[in-house]
């Protein structure tokens, strides 16, 4: 596979230039009091999500590290409803920072961060997966969303 990015590092970039410019220049809080604690259910859900994976990667003995060789198709758990649960899971837990602290700047890292994922980091990963899978990927992606 390619070399490129591992793919927290953007979304990671994103969200700290985010609390960067909440705390320095743009400290915008829109949302009412409820939305911390929405934010906190948001951050444990894209957790469990994360997890999710992981285990379903590991019961298949395979990796979530782009820098190992992918053998097999995992298409279970968590992955039966997005091709990408972890990526989606990054984006939910970037929503819900922004909701806990009240940030439309980290709010708003969102926005770049899909951007990054949906049309750099993914599209490498297809390729890659087409190559070593072949029908059974395209199958698997004909099947399942690439978010959700």
């Not at 230039?17 to 894209?46: C, S, T």
Request: net charge positive; proline share 7%.
């Amino acid at each position: 596979m390619r070399r490129i990015l591992l793919p927290p590092v953007l979304p990671a970039l994103f969200t700290i230039l985010g609390a960067v410019a909440h705390r320095g220049a743009w400290r915008v809080e829109p949302l009412p009091a409820p939305w911390p604690v929405a934010g906190a259910v948001l951050m444990v859900a894209a957790l469990a999500m994360a997890v999710g994976a992981f285990l379903v990667f590991r019961r298949h003995d395979e990796s979530l590290d782009l820098r190992k060789p992918t053998r097999r198709l995992v298409s279970g758990g968590v992955y039966r409803m997005s091709r990408n649960p972890v990526y989606l899971a990054f984006l939910v837990f970037i929503a819900g920072l922004g909701c806990a602290n009240n940030s439309a700047a980290v709010l708003l890292a969102v926005v770049p961060a899909f951007a990054a994922l949906n049309w750099y980091t993914i599209p490498h990963e297809e390729a890659y997966l087409r190559r070593q899978l072949g029908a059974a990927y395209d199958e698997y992606a004909a099947r399942v969303r690439r978010w959700i």
